[in-house]
C-alpha cells in the first residue's frame, strides 16, 4: 500500500491488522464502477481502502462495534471524504441501519469475521489468555454483560452449555465446575486467574487448545456473534441487488457452517410436495436467492507463513438472484 504521507502510515496499518484474504475477496466482491458497498466488519479499515481504491465512484458504508477501529479506520479513510461513512454499530441490525442512512440497495457486501490484531494483542478487553488483562472481551463497550459476569453468575451448568455449544470443548463439564469451585474462594477477575483455573491439573501440551476453545466460548457469548451472524446474512440478502456478491470469510467452524448452510439453503431449489403428495415433487426455481461463485476459498501456504493469524481462515463467496 502506497500512501500520500510515506511508509509511516503503512507500518500503522500493518501493526493494526494485517488483512487476510484480501486479493481474493476483492477479486470476488467484483466492485464495479461505481456502486454502494458494505463492509460489516470494517476494523482496520483494509477491506474498506481496497473497495475504495478499486473503483473512484464507490461508497462504503463500514460497520464496527468498537470505538477504537473506528477511530483508526476513520484516520486512515480519511481521504476518501464521503465515499466512506462510518456506521459505529453492530452488523446484526444491517438493514435497518443502512435504511435509517437512505441505503434501500447494496451492490456488495463483504464480512471479515472475528477480531482484529489489535484487539487481540491490546490490553484492555481481555481477548486472549496470553495477555494478563481485566475479563471483558466485550467488542461493544455499550453490552451490559461482559466475560467477568458470565464468570462470576453462571451456574455450572450453564457455564458446560456455552464451552460445548461455542467452543466444542470436550471437557466443558469438569472446567465449568473447576471454576464454580475456585469463585466460591475468590472472585476470578483477569484472564491469567481464569487461565490457571481452566488448565489446572491437565496436560501441558493441551493447555493451549483449551484455552483457546474456552476463551473463544465466552466471547461468542459476550458478543451473540452467532446470533448477530445469522441475523445479518439473511437481512444482507434483502438489500443485495440483482448480482450483488456476498463474499465472508470466517475464522471457526461454527461461522462456517453458518455461512456454509445458508449459502447451500439459498442456493438449492426448494422442492415442493406436488398434487400427488410427497411422490410427487415440483422444483420451485424461483425461490433460489443465491448463485455460489466458488469452492472454499483458504490462504496460501505463503499468506499464512507471512501472517500465522490467517491460517483458520476460510472464505465462501455468492450472488444475488432476484426473480422479476
Ligand atoms: C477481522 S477484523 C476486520 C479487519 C478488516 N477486514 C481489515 O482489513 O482491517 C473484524 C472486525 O469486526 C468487528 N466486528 C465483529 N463483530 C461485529 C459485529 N457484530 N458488528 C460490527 N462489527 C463487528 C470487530 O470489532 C473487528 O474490528
Known sequence: MKTDDGS???????????????????????????????????????????????????QVYGFDTDPAALAFAGKRLDRFGDRFVAVEENFGRLAELLSERGVQRIDGIVYDLGVSSHQLDTTSIGLSYRIDAPLDMRLDPRLPISALNIIASYDAPQLKQIF??????????????????????????????????????????????????????????????LDSLHSS?????????????????????????????????????????????????????????????????????EEVARNPRARSAKLRAAERVLHS
Open 8 to 58: 509511516s502510515r503503512e507500518m500503522r496499518s500493518s501493526s493494526y491488522h494485517t488483512p487476510v484474504l484480501l486479493p481474493e475477496a476483492l477479486e470476488l466482491l467484483a466492485v464495479g464502477d461505481g456502486g454502494v458497498y458494505v463492509d460489516a466488519t470494517l476494523g482496520g479499515g483494509g477491506y474498506t481502502e481496497a473497495i475504495l481504491e478499486a473503483s473512484e465512484g464507490a
Open 164 to 225: 460445548k455449544m461455542y467452543g466444542e470443548e470436550p471437557y466443558a463439564g469438569p472446567i465449568s465446575r473447576k471454576i464454580v469451585d475456585a469463585r466460591e474462594k475468590a472472585p476470578i477477575e483477569t484472564t491469567t486467574q481464569l487461565a490457571e483455573i481452566i488448565t489446572h491439573g491437565t496436560r501441558e501440551d493441551k493447555r493451549n487448545e483449551t484455552l483457546s476453545r474456552v476463551f473463544q466460548a465466552l466471547r461468542i457469548e459476550v458478543n451473540h456473534e
Open 233 to 301: 446474512l439473511e437481512q444482507s440478502l434483502e438489500v443485495m441487488k440483482n448480482g450483488a456478491r456476498i463474499v465472508v470469510v470466517s475464522y471457526h467452524s461454527l461461522e462456517d457452517r453458518i455461512v456454509k448452510e445458508l449459502f447451500k439453503r439459498e442456493s438449492s431449489p426448494a422442492f415442493e410436495p406436488g398434487s400427488l403428495g410427497s411422490l410427487k415433487e415440483s422444483i420451485d426455481a424461483s425461490r433460489v436467492r443465491l448463485r455460489i461463485l466458488t469452492k472454499l476459498v483458504t490462504p496460501t501456504s
